[in-house]
């Protein structure tokens, strides 16, 4: 997409909250959400995101605070007299009726006529690339992955400005998500509409997303692209989020830290929020860190003990024990270290591979 600046926001939240009795699921959250872009809201289970949907589509009201479309309230405008639609999790097809049936059901409310309808299914079918010969095809005869295209070819019927999409893809095998990952992304690119896409799989998030808001708690904690989530996450919850990682507290000695939970004297830079922070940890992705060979120096240094060994396929991931703690280091398998097991090492580490986030 364009760049971001150069978008208008389509929603804003100012200050929206919600309440549950005196629970608070959603804390106060300041977003703009810009015309065309793929937003995807992540965080765990029980961290707000399906009552941000909610608001957002208009199945709850704020208990604070404002939601605005193009700049127009609409905290208490029903879900169906909004521009935007919803793609359900459990998909909500019609199981009586034909694929075509279910696309076009939206066109047959808005009183189009039948020739036009077909035609304009056929169209959605090939965007979401169904073949046309299920057009009259039972809705429950299809896969999985096909009723999920059903689902999205209907969303797409009643041409909303925003489609919201609830976890769409978690019930479908790993394989075809991949797949469904970037046709969804084609799909965005395709329509220019504003997606927005809840999930709790930041996996999903990055591959797909233009930017991404991370929820914890019910507090928006982070919103960025994929890459700035990845290289500069704002603190351990989002890095450990990200995916696995090694982290070590520290506190300042001097120039550098010194270890809490591992010894040692290690060298990083400071929070990039907190350039003055006393205390912090330091996040070291297990790709970036190597195994040392004999005499060989790293800016970042710490002895352990090979312990386990893992195949992720192309990659080979170590458990290494150094003290109490365990740390993880991840190689290509041409560069799998040998004979492994129980051995001696010396992990290492460069300042410009870590990342140091506020404690
Ligand atoms: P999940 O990934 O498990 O669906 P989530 O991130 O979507 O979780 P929410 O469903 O938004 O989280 O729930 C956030 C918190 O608000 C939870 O603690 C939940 O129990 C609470 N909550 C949500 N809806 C209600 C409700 N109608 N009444 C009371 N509490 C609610």
């Known amino acids: 997409m364009t760049d971001l600046k ?35 809201i992540v965080g765990p289970s029980g961290s707000g995101k399906t009552t941000m949907l909610r608001m957002l589509a208009g199945m709850e009201a704020p208990s604070e605070g404002n939601i605005t479309l193009h700049g127009e309230r609409i905290n208490d405008v029903p879900a169906n007299k909004r521009p935007t639609c919803l793609v359900f999790q459990s998909l ?8 075509g049936q279910n696309i076009e059901f939206p066109l047959k409310i808005k009183g189009v006529d039948a020739a036009s309808r077909k035609a304009r299914a056929l169209e959605l079918m090939a965007i979401v690339r169904l073949p046309a010969s299920y057009y009259g095809k039972n809705v429950m005869k299809c896969s999985g992955g096909e009723r999920q295209r059903v689902a999205l070819a209907r969303a797409l019927a ?14 479908i095998d790993y394989k075809l998500k991949k797949v469904l990952e970037k046709e969804l992304k084609d799909l965005h690119r395709e329509t220019g509409k ?36 990845y290289a500069a996450p704002v603190d351990r919850f989002v890095s450990e989020f990200v995916g696995e990682v090694n982290v070590i507290e520290v506190t300042r000695a001097g ?21 003055q922070a006393h205390s912090a940890f330091v996040v070291i992705r297990p790709e ?61 580490w460069d300042v410009a591979d870590a990342i140091s986030v506020k404690a």
């Open 92 to 99: 909500a097809l019609f199981p009586h009726m034909s694929v």
């Open 194 to 229: 504003t997606f927005i896409y809840i999930t709790h799989s930041l996996e999903e998030a990055m591959v797909m997303s233009d930017r991404i808001g991370v929820m914890r708690a019910g507090r928006l904690v982070q919103v960025g692209t994929p890459e700035e989530i």
């Open 158 to 171: 009643y041409d909303p400005e925003v489609l919201f999409f609830d976890e769409p893809l978690s019930a």
């Open 6 to 40: 150069d978008r208008k926001p389509i929603l804003q939240l100012v200050g929206v909250r919600k309440t549950f009795n005196d629970f608070a699921a959603v804390e106060k959250i300041d977003l703009d959400i810009f015309e065309g872009e793929f937003f995807t």
């Open 255 to 275: 120039e550098g830290w010194q270890g809490v939970d591992v010894p040692g004297a290690f060298r990083a830079a400071a929070p990039h929020d907190q350039p």
């Open 288 to 348: 970036y860190m190597r195994f040392l060979k004999d005499g060989e120096a790293a800016d970042n240094m710490l002895e352990g003990v090979v312990y386990n060994e893992y195949s992720l396929g192309s990659r080979i991931q170590y458990q290494v024990r150094v003290g109490e703690k365990v740390m993880l280091v991840e190689l290509s398998r041409a560069n799998a270290l040998p004979a492994a097991a129980n051995r001696n090492v010396r992990l290492g």
